[in-house]
Structures are given as C-alpha cells and as structure tokens.
C-alpha cells in the first residue's frame, strides 16, 4: 500500500460483511437515546472489573483497524457486543446478524492481539429495550482463528483500502498545486478566499458576508480545497438551502476540475439528492420482494461502487447511470457514497439535523470536516424547523378507528388527556369560557394559545403510545398501516424534543374546531442544538450577501466563541444603485388601505421615469392583490403580472420568463417569497425594486413569546424578533436588482420607518440613501 489507510471496525464490516436485499420495510427500533441507555443498563448489570467502550486498534499491511468494543469482562474472558432491538429477535435479518458477528470477531482479534489472549469468549448481547430482557449469543474462539477472520475480513477490504489510499494521495498531490480557475479574481473574491484559507488553516469557524455578484461559491470552495492536504481534512460538505444552490455548487467545482487541464480529476463530487426526487419506483415498497433496484442490493453494490468512485463526478444525473446500470437503487447508493467521496453537495440538513447523515458519518469514523454554508441567513429559521415538532389530534382519530385492539388502550388514554388539556387551558381563560368559544375563535379563527408548562401528562401519554405501537409492531409488522405509522414517527419525535424542552424553546395549542387541535413544541433558538454540530467540524463558514449584525448570527446559531467575522467590501459602486426612501408613507397594517394610493403612484413615477422591468414586494398577498388592482385601474398601459399563492413551478417559471432582456412591466410578488431571493435576473433583465413593507414578523401571541425569550436571554428581545429578520428579507430582496459590476438600478423603499436611524444601520454599507416625500 502506497500510504496507510484508516478504517473503523463498523464501517471494515459494513463493507466486507453485508449481503442479500435491502430492507427498509418498517421495524421498530430502539431510538438513539434508547440505545445509550441499553448499553448503560447492560454495563450495570456487569462487575466492577467489566471494561465498557475498551479502545481496539490493530494494523493489516498498512491498514490501521481502530473502534471501540462495547465492554469486555476479564474475569469471565469474555467480549461483548451489545445491540438493543425491539420485538421479536427472530425477525432480525440474517446479513444484520452476520454483521454483528463479524464486528465482534474483529474485536476479539485485536483484543486477543492486544493482551496476548490465547483465547476468548465471544458475546452477542441482545437487549430488548421494552422488557429489559437480554439474550446472549456466545461463540468460543482462539486467536489464531480470530486472527484468520480479521484477516480475511482485511484481505477483502485490502483492494478498495489501497484504492483510497492512492487516491488520498493524488488528491492531496493536486490540490496543493490547485490553482484559481479564472484569469484573475473579480474584487471583493481574494479577500473572501483569503478569509476561508485563514479560518480553514486555523480550524475556526468564519462568518463571511460577501455581496452578490463577486462568485462567492468559487471563493469559498477554492481556498478550503486549498487547504485540504494541509490540514489533513477528510470531507468537505457544502451545503445549500435549495435546489438552485447545489446546481451552483457543482457548476464551480466543475470548473475548478477543468483547470487542472487533462490529468485525471482529483476530486470525488457527490450530490446528494432528497429519497422522494431519487426513488425510481415511488408507488413500490424499499425491500427485495417489491423493489427491484432492493433485490439483491448488497450482492451488486460492491461493482457499482466500484464503478460510482472511478467516474469520481457524481452528480444526480451521473449517480442515476452508474446506479441504474448496476440495477441498485440510485438512493441508497448515493447514501453509500457520501462515505467515499470527497466532496459533498447537499442540503443543510445533512450536517445540522437530528439524524444528519454526514454529521454521523464525521462522528462514526473521526472525519476532519470542513463544512460550507451557503445562504446561511436562513440557517436560523431552518434549523427552528429541524428541532420543533407537533402531535395532530386529527391523525390520532383516524387511526383510533382503524387500529388492532391491542392498541385500544394507549391510544384512548391520549385521547383523554388531549380533552383534559383542552378543559385545563379554557378554565384558565375566563373571557373565552364565557364567550362559549370552545374550540375557534371570532370569525372561525383558529383559536391559538401559549402554553406556560408542558402539558407532561400528555407527553407520557405520548410515550407510552410510542412505545405501545412500537412493540405492537415488533410482534406484528403487518398492521403498520401508513397512518399508524406517522402517528408513531410523530409521537417519537415530539416525545424526543419534550425530553429536551427548556428556555430554548416554547409548546403552543392550536385549535381548528371540534377534535381538530395541534400541540406544538416550537424551537426559538437553535444554538442549543447546533453547538455541537459546529463544534464537531474542523472549521465552518458561513456565507451571505445578508449576514448583519453578526452577533445575531452567533447567538441563534451558537457559534463558538473563536468565530471570526467579516465584511467583504462590496465592488459595487454607490453611483449604480440609486436607493430611495418614500418617508411619508406608512405601510403598518392600520395604515394600509392609505398607504396603496402613494405606493401606486410612487411605482408610476418611477416606471415612467425610466421604463424597463421592475419588482415590487409586498408583506401579504392580500396587501399584493390591492396595490396591483389599484395599479391596473389608473395605469392600464403598464405590463404587471403577479405571484400566486401556492405557485406551482411551472407557473414560477413562466413569471421569471417574463423578465427578458430590455422588456418592460413590473412583477408583483411577497416579500420572503420564491422570488425574493436566489433568483438572478443580470443585466436590463431587472432595473429596479418598489419594497412596501419592513418585512417584520406578525405581531401575535407566538412573535411576543419569542420577542421575551430572546430579550432574556440575548437582550435583544425586539430586534432579534422583528427589525433584524425583517430587514434581511428587505436586503435580499434589493439584492435581486445588482448581480454584476456593470448593472445599475434603483431601490425605492416605502415606509417611514427606512428613515430611522436603527434601521438604515442594518442597510448595506455601500448603499447611498436619499429620503424624499411628496
């Protein structure tokens, strides 16, 4: 071997010992906080001598073999492997079982090898997680038969450890020569790469904000690949808020590629793509008798994989032809692949949500990570949304009437308690008790409240559902209808959050009418879940043309303390964007039926003084409806089209078509929309935005609860709930008219409030501001 290679004993058996179908049909299993404590409560129930999580390593010609064994017993010579299940153990697959077998085999050769032991007593400990019961499977060996396992085991894994190694090294080998892949860099894009290098080199966290315009995606990918033979990193995950960020992504590391002329490309690139966009047969179950591509999956993958890392681009398209050439499952391998690549492009939720997968890739086998963040304005609002989850009383009713009778009990116990809180929160209201609005409110509203503590007795009601359907389904696997089972992935998941509730997050009830009611527990502030995720990476950038103030950023993400920020002076000049603040306009809802008469006029005169296309963003769509039937009434000669509710992409399309070179008409749309950001309209396509709204959240029971969580534990309980957020969605949306050095434009702003000092501060720095009135 070339150079030495590294592997975890899972990830040496995953490779060498798997075989058969793949088998994603539903079976209950033990959550992650449910196998920590099984492995504890086994560990408990050994002696004072019992070794729990002993550290093994042991080398095969260059191949380094290091994990932790779950616990060993000197006294009884005996290795454990302890793995938690739920139901009946019969049911367990046979390549699962020979899996585990072979994990602990490996263990026992270097344990063996480690002390010298002649030899051992091997160990499965099943435990089931409901009953507590543990069932072990034992298997004495010798080292030397030990020792032929392990190799064997290594011998079959040597090829593909050789593979890696030599290509490890002849990517290193490139990139430390890489060079930028355009002639020269536009302004603003050394100083941004001199940043990511810097924050890369010294294993930081940077928050960077960059304008539009000045190739942030190849700035950022650039030095960090840079970096990567340096300081030894493993993977890089670049990561996107939507769709049209990964095409980004992969259109630079493709040019990038292209600069290194006609030598064989250094790097692996995986995009990795959402199950539903990825499933070739979506009206089929995931197992061998219904699926095709998951017949015989395991037994075909070693060839694909084989084949996936030798064409090393693996983009959607290109993942589907080596998968579908191979008949496995475009999916799964792609899942495989993420461990084998060196660069991955996916959503953010690969590495911030609770089941992240390259997060517990990173974890398994002690990755160096450098992640890459892209859009990371939104980072705060989608990660409120990875860690809040609801019950939905509706699912509860439904499957309450189509569940086995086992079942009956449980489920009617939460039932009841959903009525007992419904009776605990109206004596509480006296107003509302007395008004005989028990289930919506005035004009069929929905009737919402904050809750001041969690409801525990229906939380445990909860539980025990999630734990009477699990088992339910451990002994019975045909009764897990598709409703019984989104009733236990919601029970499971709320109940998981609850174990967590604290100051960083809220439980609400929202009531839609009799026996339809949601139970939320809403994330405010994400920090208290992502701290560790920054944390677990070598170094983290975030980047966005909209990322002030930074503390903001640092408090709601939890960014370590170390983490740098900085500002990329923009290269556009003040003289290409002409920014207008229309003073005496109040677009504050009780203002707004007087505020579209200015609004409309103010737009005119704008178009009028110079024609071509323009944008105006409104806070509402019922806002949007009577500014634009306004508008067409007094001025019938000028070009207007709209944003819809529930636009479906097509009709998205349409709209941005309609923005053609030197055309003329303005586009109605809602501030925070699809077409508020991450669209890029250059050149005359665009020549102006009318903004006619601060963007600011709703002031409701929800937005005050958050305004004083923040407030306590930020001290900036308003501005972190209204005026930052609102006026990021207003930045990002003039954003849309200034793409290139060479575009120019006009903002006008319309609202008195752009006027005030505390707002102008959180416009960009480059942006000369004139207020004017009529």
């Known amino acids: ?199 890369t080199s010294t294993g930081r966290c940077l928050l960077v904000q960059a304008p539009t315009g000045i190739g942030k ?63 070739e047969y979506p009206d089929r179950a995931c197992h061998g008798e219904s699926c095709p591509l998951a017949a015989g999956f395991y037994d075909r993958l070693p060839a694909a994989r084989q084949a996936a890392v030798a064409q090393a681009w693996l983009d959607r398209d290109a993942l589907r032809e080596v998968a579908l050439g191979h008949d496995v499952c475009p999916y799964y391998l792609g899942q495989e692949l993420a461990r084998w ?11 911030f949500d609770s089941h992240a997968l390259l997060h517990g890739l990173a974890q398994a086998n002690d990755w160096r990570t450098g992640v890459l963040v892209d859009e990371a304005h939104n980072l705060v609002e989608r990660a409120r949304g990875m860690y809040s989850a609801e019950l939905d ?71 025990q559902v999630g734990a009477s359907v699990t088992d339910h389904l451990g002994e019975h696997p045909e009764d897990a209808s598709l409703e019984l089972q989104e009733l236990l992935f ?94 005496d306009i109040s677009t504050r809802f009780r203002d707004r039926d007087a505020s579209i008469e200015p609004i409309v006029a103010t737009m005119a005169q704008q178009y009028q003084r110079r024609p071509g296309h323009y944008l105006a963003f409104f806070s509402s769509f019922a806002y949007l409806a009577a500014a634009l039937a306004r508008f067409r009434e007094a001025h019938p000669d000028v070009p207007v089209f709209s944003q819809t509710r529930g636009m479906p992409e097509a009709e998205r399309e349409a709209f941005l078509a309609r923005f053609t070179p030197g055309g003329k008409g303005i586009g109605f749309a809602v501030l925070g929309g699809a077409f508020a950001e991450g669209i890029d309209l250059p050149g005359n396509r665009l020549i102006g935005a009318f903004i006619a709204t601060l963007g600011l959240p709703p002031f409701n029971d929800f937005n005050e609860a958050l305004k004083a969580r923040l407030g306590a534990r930020f001290g900036q309980g308003d501005d972190y709930t209204y005026r930052i957020p609102g006026m990021i969605k207003v930045v990002q949306a003039a954003g849309r008219v200034i793409r290139s050095p060479e575009d120019e434009g006009v903002v006008v702003l319309m609202d008195d409030r752009f006027a005030q000092a505390n707002v102008r501060a959180l416009l960009p720095s480059w942006w000369a501001v004139e207020t004017f009135s009529q």
């Open 217 to 279: 995606t190849v700035a950022t990918l650039f030095p960090m690949l840079s970096a990567m033979p340096r300081q030894q990193l493993d993977r890089i995950a670049f990561l996107t808020m939507k769709t049209p960020g990964r095409r980004l992504a992969l259109d630079a590391l493709a040019t990038l590629g292209a600069s290194q002329g006609e030598e064989a490309q250094p790097l692996r690139v995986l995009e990795l793509v959402a199950r539903d966009k990825a499933c």
């Open 490 to 583: 919601e029970a499971l998941a709320f109940c998981r959050l609850a174990e967590r509730f604290g100051e960083h997050s809220l439980c609400d009830l929202t009531r839609y009418g009799r026996g339809r009611a949601v139970l939320g527990l809403r994330n405010l502030i994400p920090a208290d879940f992502l701290a560790p995720r920054f944390n677990a990476a070598h170094s983290v950038v975030l980047f966005s043309a909209t990322l002030t103030p930074g503390h903001y950023y640092r408090d709601l993400l939890g960014l370590p303390e170390k983490t740098v920020w900085r500002e990329v002076a923009s290269p556009f000049a003040a003289r290409q964007l002409e920014v207008r603040i229309r003073r």
């Open 341 to 351: 690549t060196d660069v991955v492009v996916g959503d953010v939720n690969h590495w």
């Open 1 to 199: 071997m070339s150079a030495s290679y590294r592997v975890a004993v899972r990830a040496l058996c995953d490779f060498t010992a798997r075989e058969g179908d793949l088998d994603h049909r539903f079976t209950p299993a033990p959550s992650a906080q449910e196998g920590i404590r099984g492995h504890t409560l086994v560990t408990s129930r050994r002696g004072a001598d019992y070794i729990a999580e002993l550290p093994l390593s042991g080398t095969f010609e260059g191949l380094t073999v290091t994990g932790r064994a779950d616990g060993f017993d000197p006294a009884a010579n005996r290795l454990e492997e302890v793995k938690t299940h739920r139901g009946s153990l019969e049911r367990m697959a046979d390549n699962q079982r020979a899996l585990h077998w072979a994990q602990v085999k490996v263990y026992g050769a270097l344990l063996c090898k480690e002390r010298g032991l002649a030899h051992i007593t091997l160990s499965l400990v099943y435990l089931e997680i409901a009953s507590g019961k543990e069932t072990l499977l034992n298997q004495e060996a010798s080292a030397t038969e030990l020792q032929a396992f392990f190799t064997a085991q290594c011998q079959r894994f040597f090829a593909w450890a050789e593979q890696e190694a030599d290509h490890r090294q002849y990517r290193d080998s490139c990139l430390q020569t890489l060079g930028f892949p355009h002639g020269a860099f536009r302004p603003g894009q050394r100083e941004l790469a001199e940043d990511v290098y810097k924050a």
């Open 393 to 463: 009383q509706q699912r509860l009713n439904r499957v309450r009437r189509a569940a086995p009778p086992a079942l009956a009990r449980p489920l009617n116990r939460l039932a009841r308690q959903w009525q007992a809180l419904f009776k605990d929160t109206i004596s509480k209201d006296t107003s509302l008790k007395d008004a005989g609005r028990e289930a919506v409110g005035e004009a069929g509203k929905p009737d919402y409240r904050l809750l001041t503590t969690l409801p525990d007795k229906l939380v445990a009601a909860a539980q």
